[in-house]
DNA sequence: CTGTTAGCGCTTTCAC
DNA sequence: GTGAAAGCGCTAACAG
């Protein structure tokens, strides 16, 4: 029990009889035909034997890069961003990179500072589902001469914009609209996140856009917050209005299908009988519930991967093309045939 | 456009017409009665022109500390661990420390070392929940002369064993257990997490002991993994198993009772008019539900600040005591009076 | 009040 | 094949 002060690489190398330089190219895998292959076995064994750890601080001053990456995402709440890094840090892990999350505490508003909070010194930051200005608070980021950026999720149409790696997501909706409008829905109430992200104004567009073309069909829309009790009162407010009575309830994501079901619920109404329900994102809880919620499904870690690859790129001076990956329909218990309007 | 170089603080000190030492002096706001007010602003005009940002591996390799704490949690897909974040984060920020999250990939297996992926250098490392030797790939964690080390939600009672900060998980259950009997149950299945955690033992022995004075009552008991589809069969298993059917399925939280409410309805019978179900940890999901889940309210943010404070203190030299949290019950409309048994 | 200096632990030429 | 030395950007003694 000595006082255990955390060895140096000099101490590796005194220990072992050689310089500090041999301990650092054998332990950093570079001494092919430069150290001898007794040497490297002593050095190795007395690193190990000393419990050597090299300071990652030292290192990153010297190579002036840190090979960590911050994965910026606006909540935690939600297993999708668990998902995306998950991807994200296994491409990394591969070319030696660590990750580093930092959830936004905002949600949805500028980040704040990074550098003050998830301080870690880093060599790039990917962003995810953020909203346009929501970088503003992170120093330098993608600006020219700042922190490489890679954007997920987000508007890929800014001429000078980072890279992006998007989903589908107004596939996804024109899918989801497709499915109910088979089935013979055509009265329909979108429940809009009121979130101000492209990936949302998407999802508004391309409600509109698939229903415009259809005969026949009338589109309500209701905003609200990102959560079960919002989205039951908007539901509510849909499913009371004047006018008609909507059939199908298309919902930005399964925690806001949640509220519409109960919504429609309270109101004396069954799921899907009287009303369908449609989510999005399917999360576990578009599982949980009772019916199963027809949604869509987001390849969230390949989401990550491409993400970090792009990073990856950026760091090595490519230029990333943005990419855009598909969304496959879920159909569950929550949608069905409208029910004959009753006398 | 420049080629723009990271300005550093020697170019601060030269473009300000200063020494080096005064620009770390102001920026480090330590120049009280040291460096002159017109001097001091000059330093902080300059800097702000250059975009100066200090670098922070140059920075915690000088001061030997990176003001970084690790936190380890087992997964993200709960939302309890982000609000466990926040809580740690702000009390983190308070001291101009940053908290780095590191998911264990493996969930509840041996973590692996954060050092190679979440590779940013730490202080110290906050676990929360994990299983007995999950860290024991993180090298030196907790060990004499290794990092410092604050376990949550983990079994304090090791003699030697790290400081912790717990929640009164078991006066938790006793509380569920007690609503149950109050209601009038007395045939209880216990759907446990199949996970082999300090928590998740607890959680056992509470609602076993509970149990165990009342007479007439009688606990079985299933064992599942934390997800949605093992626990509905673990539900279905337990009320049709021999015996006659329980009246209350106890569930180690509310992704349990989720599954637990599925396989109900899908005997044909209702919650809770035919069995009552209880979840536990209160999540977004408990409310997303029909009906909503009686359950058991974590302190999560508190564990967090909990957690950080008692780390911080650990650096300090201290010798935090281990604390215990408590937990409230929250009852919905997921449990009733059991029915009277029908001939 | 301000400047000079040393050194944190590491990697990388360059000389032997 | 191996060692000596320089220097990444910062802070904290110490001198002036």
Partial sequence: MTGAVRPTSRDVARAAGVSQATVSLVLGGKWRGRVSERTASAVRATADELGYRPNLAARSLRLGRTRTALLVVPALTNEYFARLYSGAAGVAAEHGFGVVLYPSPEGVGPARDPFGSARAAIDGVIASSMAADALAGIGDVGRDGGLPLVMLDSDPSAPQGPPTVNLAVGDGIR???????????????????????????????????ELA?????????????????????????????????????LCDGDVLAAGACKAVRGLGLRVP???????????????????????VRLPAE???SAGMRALLELLDGGTPRPSELPVELVVRGSTARPARRRP
């Fill in 175 to 209: 899918q989801v609209t497709r499915h109910l409008l088979d089935l013979g829905h055509r009265r329909f109430a979108h429940l809009a996140a009121d979130v101000d992200t492209w990936t949302f104004r998407v999802r508004a567009e391309a409600v509109a856009a």
């Fill in 213 to 249: 073309g259809v005969p026949g069909a009338v589109l309500t829309s209701e905003r609200c917050a990102l959560d079960v009790a919002a989205a039951r009162a908007a539901a509510g407010r849909a499913l009371d209005g004047p006018g008609p009575r909507p059939t199908a309830l």
């Fill in 273 to 295: 009988d009287d009303v369908s329900v449609s989510g999005f994102d399917d999360l576990s809880l578009a599982s949980a519930l009772d019916p199963e919620l027809t949604s």
């Fill in 302 to 304: 390949e989401v990550g």
